[in-house]
DNA sequence: TTGCCTCGAGATCA
DNA sequence: CTCGAGGCAA
């Protein structure tokens, strides 16, 4: 053998040991050399390269920290969409989930469900072709995410070659990236010596690493994959149960959880959450409950999936952390619509690692039934994890002076009157425009992103121009002049140029954007695409009757009144006169042609749910093939479409003699083939 | 609702 | 260096 067939070959003998006792470290749980060891041999792997650069592929242990990409992330379509999980938060809603489950699968046997911890981290997709690692991929919307492959690639739990000699020509695992506890105190303990910013918690430290520009920034912190689930796999043959689907993927060379497990029934269930419960306080890292899916697939096969979740698959999530911290205030803020909403001061706790100093509380009904008062000392959570809710007031500890909070009667930013529309549980501030929280955040409300979409128009400039009287309604915007703006903070003569460019960028857009960007109550995004779609001009719809209006999908006779209200106030429509003589317009609208008038005249109603579609991808598909798409049945419905668990309105759809269709007649309806779903 | 990263650009100081 | 805006994640 000559040298150079010597080297190559220790090379090779070099990433296979590496590689294997990555496997043995992350996967198994069983290191079998010291860190020592392995640094010694990443740093002859790494000089052999350095010698025989010929011989570097991607795929060698000593490629994982690429090079930085320069700009935002790439856009990846999730082939399977990443659903979430429905929630229990106790043993009621976990029986109820399993009877749900129950009367939906064919079994009489108690049902198996596949337990294992929920990890508190992100959401990834790897995706692996021939057992290489090609991509991977944030959760994003659940049907787009960003590809975050070279900061990926950077985790040694992530292997870049699946374990071996013959892998599946595709395999997507998702799972989730998180970091151990220990991982993050000594992040933490870095950046402080450092100087630098410290994180406030693991998930946020490990969501904020996966998103570096920088992947060797990433492969400094301590973050570590752990997988759930296939998504897909190609190649090889499915194991038929969740569990053994698991200890597939761990075959392949991924990580899974220690603590995975079969458990049977709600019993079975209850049983393992005590279990992890006592644990909890001992795990390397953060869990927020515990995942239960129904075991055999063929079972989840039969349960399916409601909208945005499989109706197999469960989180028990551990019940709040609740914190006691004082009221300090409640004040009113404006909101567009002129609602005063009451909002509570808090001195500021952390609650589950985060500072909680603002809670909604959403209207005055909800103060007095919780009978909250100003100066209380309070319990806070955060509740579906995210949005900081006041539980209570601790009667108590209720001090002689706690004040019960006011609605005031009058705007506290405008100083309109203040009053409760019959049968409504919002205040209103009835300044209009006058008030100058309503006129900011109908501004901001224009330039959102899915209105008009005017960049660099942020809450700060607006707040500034509106309090100067540069601006008093939107229509104001498109009359600004380069040196008012450029007067502003923070604003010079780039920063001017640029905001009056997005501006007049902002001219061209959509019928539907401008609709949905007038403000109009009641009118969010999906109403003023029907309405967009349906009058196809402003015009027309500016002079509808209610009758006309409430004849637009999904518009009611409430949703109607709005709008002909919107329109009839004389200062509405001079904003709009104003915005059209400043050029703003959009493409016409093209009355369906083709195959998109299939279905004209048609009208159909949707009860319960289908397997592939939720109700609004349903009658989406439908509606863009020209039909109608209805809540109930009359004798002018064309045809129900039945899904699983319809409704009464089968009955009434046999009683009328109107036809029904199952999926898959939907399906050949709307003309879908085998290879699209 | 909060926390994180990135970008562009203004502000500040040498 | 700091700030505002925007985008993302739970």
Redesign the pocket.
């Known amino acids: 053998m000559t040298p150079l067939d010597q080297a190559k070959q220790r090379i090779n003998t070099l990433r296979n040991e590496i590689d294997q006792h990555n496997y043995r470290y992350y996967v198994l749980d069983d290191p079998q050399i010291t860190d020592q060891h392995y640094d010694q041999l990443m740093r002859e792997l790494q000089a052999l390269e350095a010698e025989y650069p010929q011989w570097v592929s991607a795929d060698s242990p000593t490629q994982r920290v690429g090079a930085i990409v320069?700009?935002p992330f790439a856009t990846v379509e999730h082939e399977v969409p990443m659903l979430s999980l429905d929630n229990a938060f106790g043993e009621d809603e976990m029986e109820a989930f399993n009877k749900r489950l129950a009367d939906r699968v064919d079994v009489d046997d108690t049902l198996e469900f596949c337990a294992e911890p929920k990890l508190?981290g992100?959401?990834v997709s790897l995706l692996y072709r021939d057992g290489r690692l090609v991509r991977a991929a944030?959760?994003?919307?659940g049907r787009k995410?960003?590809d975050i492959t070279a900061n990926a690639r950077t985790l040694k739990s992530v292997p870049l070659k699946l374990v071996g000699a013959s892998p599946p020509s595709l395999v997507e695992v998702r799972g989730e990236v998180y970091m151990t506890l220990s991982g993050f105190d000594a992040l933490n303990a870095q950046q402080r010596s450092n100087q630098k910013?410290v994180?406030?918690?693991p998930?946020?430290?490990a969501?904020?690493?996966l998103?570096?520009?920088?992947p060797s920034i990433t492969a400094s912190r301590p973050l570590v994959f752990c997988a759930y689930a296939i998504a897909r796999l190609e190649g090889m043959d499915l194991p038929v149960t969740q569990y053994q689907q698991m200890q597939r993927v761990k075959q392949l060379g991924l990580p899974i959880s220690a603590h995975i497990e079969t458990v049977d029934g709600v019993d079975g269930c209850a049983a393992y959450y005590q279990k992890m419960l006592q644990q909890r306080a001992q795990l390397p890292y953060e869990i927020d409950g515990l995942v239960f899916k129904l075991n055999p697939v063929d079972q989840q096969r039969q349960a399916g999936f409601v909208s945005r979740a499989p109706r197999w698959a469960i989180a028990w999530k551990f019940p709040a952390q609740e914190v006691q911290t004082r009221l300090l205030d409640v004040e009113f803020q404006v909101g567009r619509t002129g609602a005063l909403t009451p909002v509570a001061r808090l001195d500021p706790v952390l609650v589950g690692g985060?500072?909680?100093?603002?809670?909604?509380l959403h209207n005055m009904d909800e103060i007095e039934r919780k009978d909250i008062r100003i100066g209380d000392t309070v319990i806070v959570r955060r509740a579906g994890?995210?949005?900081?809710e006041i539980v209570s007031a601790v009667l108590s500890q209720r001090q002689k002076g706690a004040k019960q909070a006011v609605m005031p009667d009058t705007c506290p930013v405008c100083g309109s009157e203040v009053s409760r529309a019959e049968g409504q549980a919002a205040y209103r501030c009835n300044g209009g425009l006058v008030c100058a929280a309503q006129r900011k955040e109908a501004i901001r409300h224009f330039?959102s992103?899915k209105a008009m979409d005017?960049?660099?128009?942020?809450?700060?400039?607006?707040e500034q121009m509106v309090d100067l009287g540069m601006v008093a309604s939107i229509a104001d915007l498109y009359h600004l002049e380069l040196e008012q703006v450029s007067g502003l903070?923070?604003?010079?003569?780039?920063?001017?140029t640029?905001l009056l460019r997005a501006l007049d960028k902002s001219r061209q857009t959509t019928l539907s954007r401008l609709i949905y960007a007038l403000g109009i109550r009641e009118v969010g995004e999906a109403t003023a695409e029907a309405l967009a779609r349906y009058f196809a001009d402003l015009e027309p719809l500016m002079k509808a009757t209610v009758e006309q209006l409430v004849e637009v999908d999904d518009v009611g006779p409430v949703v109607a009144d709005s709008i002909r209200h919107f329109f009839d106030q004389d200062e509405n429509r001079e904003v709009i006169d104003r915005l059209l003589a400043a050029g703003v317009e959009w493409p016409p609208i093209e009355k369906p042609a083709g195959d998109s008038e299939r279905l004209a005249g048609k009208t159909y109603v949707i009860s319960g749910t289908l397997e592939n579609y939720t109700r609004d991808e349903a009658s989406a598909r439908l509606k863009a093939l020209g039909a109608r798409v209805s809540s109930s049945v009359s004798k002018k419905t064309s045809a129900v479409i039945a899904g699983d668990k319809p409704g009464s309105k089968i009955d009434k759809a046999q009683n009328l003699g109107v036809a029904v269709l199952d999926e898959a007649a939907f399906e050949q309806l709307i003309g879908v083939h085998d290879d699209e779903t």
């Not at 985060?354 to 909604?360: C, M, P, Y």
């Not at 903070?489 to 001017?496: D, H, L, P, Q, Y």
């Open positions: 320069e700009g508190d992100l959401a944030t959760r994003g919307d995410g960003e910013k994180f406030a918690n998930r946020n430290a969501a904020g690493s998103r570096m520009q920088d985060v500072t909680v100093s603002n809670a909604t994890d995210v949005i900081p330039a992103r005017i960049e660099g128009l942020g809450e700060k400039l607006i903070e923070r604003m010079a003569e780039k920063s001017a640029n």
